[in-house]
């Protein structure tokens, strides 16, 4: 079945009794609480180097999708390069983690498994070479950052990679092997393991503990003992942490702010460890971000703080800004994140167009959140149950995603409908296939994406804007957004009927102003107080034209 969305919006600079302030200029103006993040597995989005595919004698055939496929760093660079996420108007790029892996495999009821998907750490200071080099992740952050796009760093803290023959358990007073997490309130999901064969980082250690021997031989192979060492010393004499588990790896995290510049951190299992272990990584993330800010001087970050965005594992916007463990409530918001993962954007995406965004305005803008936000979704690498597993409803998923309050999450191949279903794939591997980088960009359903990514990159009123309803039938909104001299206000129509249509507009454009269509180029002139919109595509895009 075919369904044909309609969709109306007016930008609206200027006007509407605003103060007679200057205004900065839109298309660079950025705001977090609108971003567009574009998330992708490192390896399965584009192979710049075939040379790094393997690595570390990984070389037995692992299941359909569950071994590395050759995606790196410098693929995400070459994409950026070629322009392919300023298309979608993306702001901000969010891919899986980058530290080096575990070496061996596991297999334990999906088939062998490699640690393709970046989650299974086994040096937090070290690049995994199947994904690139510092300098590769360094020539990343530049090309990003010329291009007005910022980097999210996936971290992790809550736990290793698994064992393996290649991979030992690390020492008893790092790591917890047991038991295994049966979630029925805080103990049992924080001092538990996620599941088996997953050691759990001891987070609530309070005594000193010694580096890994193995880690320490390993760093002595790589000829960096001293530094690694030095640096630590270093770290711990300025901040006067004691010498546990969370402050070794946070020092580790951190460390790739002051190096490349990250401008924010996603952080993985934040329910699985004390709240306090986030509220030490925001504060050390934003020391070091401060530092590298003093020595590195960029105007896409000067005005910019550190930001923490959590994964707070079936988080709902619309439940309030605490996570219920049962026994316990706990706001992570105050305990460093700016946002949250909502998990519930998925089941939220089937209300009306006006049950949803007046629902998530509501609560956004409400006292409760303090100008906090939510990323909202509709597929992830680990979500089962995807607002469109079959992609039946592609046009509706990005009319809903990018037009939502919140940020939006473009999981990659959104644009393009790639499959959630792969044959021969177990699990979670079906939502991780390669990018199916020959389906042709320039079609409908990748135009729709990117005309609205746009609009909505120029337009911080959408995602971090307050939400009025003007009318339901036809169903008309007003979002608008105001932080200091800047102003921004926006209307969008949708579901409007295909033939054609006028739309009273006298209050907010004058008689004889032209308004031009985005989405055909179309321009279209007020005419005592009204408009009248006829379109093919059935999706107009219209803004003022510059005086």
């Not at 989005?45 to 569950?66: I, K, P, Q, W």
């Not at 980097?151 to 991979?167: A, F, Q, S």
């Amino acid at each position: 079945m075919i369904i044909t969305y309609f969709v109306i919006i007016f930008s609206l600079f200027g006007s509407w009794n605003l103060p007679d302030e200057t205004t900065v200029n839109k298309s660079n103006y950025f705001e977090w609480k609108n971003a567009t993040i574009y998330f992708l597995l490192t390896d399965r989005f584009h192979n710049g180097d075939t040379s790094n595919d393997v690595n570390f004698l990984r070389t037995e055939n692992a299941a359909t999708l569950r071994g590395f496929e050759g995606g790196d760093i410098k693929g995400i660079t070459q994409k950026i390069n070629e322009g392919y996420f300023q298309k979608l108007g993306v702001d901000v790029i969010w891919f899986s983690p980058v530290m080096e892996q575990i070496h061996g495999f596991v297999d334990e009821g999906q088939g062998r498994t490699y640690a393709y998907h970046g989650y299974w750490p086994r040096d937090w200071t070290n690049m995994e070479p199947n994904f690139g080099t510092q300098a590769d992740l360094k020539e990343l952050m530049t090309v990003a950052h010329k291009n007005g796009i910022r980097i999210l760093m996936d971290v992790i803290i809550n736990h290793t990679g698994p064992v393996t023959k290649e991979d030992p358990v690390w020492p008893h007073d790092w790591v917890r092997t047991k038991p295994q997490c049966t979630y029925q309130d805080s103990k049992t999901t924080i001092q538990c393991t996620l599941v088996e064969n997953l050691p759990d980082i001891l987070t609530e250690q309070t005594n000193n503990v010694n580096l890994p021997a193995n880690l320490i031989n390993k760093w002595k192979e790589e000829g960096r003992l001293d530094k690694e060492i030095a640096e630590l010393d270093k770290f711990f004499e300025e901040t006067h942490y004691p010498k546990t588990p969370r402050y070794y790896i946070i020092k580790w995290l951190t460390d790739f702010i002051r190096e490349f510049g990250i401008d924010g951190f996603r952080v993985d299992t934040v329910k699985h460890t004390e709240a306090s272990v986030w509220d030490d990584l925001a504060k050390e993330a934003e020391r070091a971000f401060t530092e590298w800010k003093a020595h590195n001087h960029e105007a896409l970050q000067e005005n910019q703080n550190f930001f923490m965005m959590g994964e707070v594992y079936n988080y709902n916007l619309l439940s309030g800004p605490e996570f219920d463990f049962g026994d316990i409530q706990v706001n992570y918001y105050d305990n460093g994140f700016q946002s949250l993962i909502n998990f519930g954007f998925k089941a939220d995406a089937n209300k009306s167009y006006n049950d949803l965004f007046t629902s998530y305005s509501e609560q956004l803008n409400s006292e409760q959140f303090k100008g906090n936000t939510v990323m909202n979704y509709i597929s992830s690498h680990d979500d089962g149950y995807p607002f469109d597993i079959n992609r039946d409803r592609t046009f509706e998923s990005a009319t809903k995603l990018l037009l939502s309050p919140g940020m939006a999450q473009i999981y990659y191949g959104d644009e393009i409908a790639r499959p959630l279903k792969i044959k021969g794939a177990n699990g979670d591997a079906n939502l991780r296939g390669l990018m199916n980088w020959d389906t042709k960009e320039q079609n409908s359903l990748f135009e729709h994406w990117q005309k609205l990514g746009q609009f909505r990159h120029r337009h911080p009123a959408i995602g971090a804007g307050t939400h009025v309803t003007l009318s339901q039938e036809p169903y008309l909104f007003m979002r608008t957004y105001i932080k200091g001299s800047f102003h921004d206000r926006v209307i969008v129509g949708l579901d409007l009927p295909k033939e054609s249509v006028v739309l009273h507009i006298g209050e907010y454009f004058s008689d004889g102003e032209v308004l031009v269509d985005r989405y055909s180029n179309e321009y279209y002139h007020v005419l005592n107080g009204n408009v009248k919109i006829k379109t093919k595509a059935g999706i107009v895009l219209l803004e003022r034209t510059a005086k």
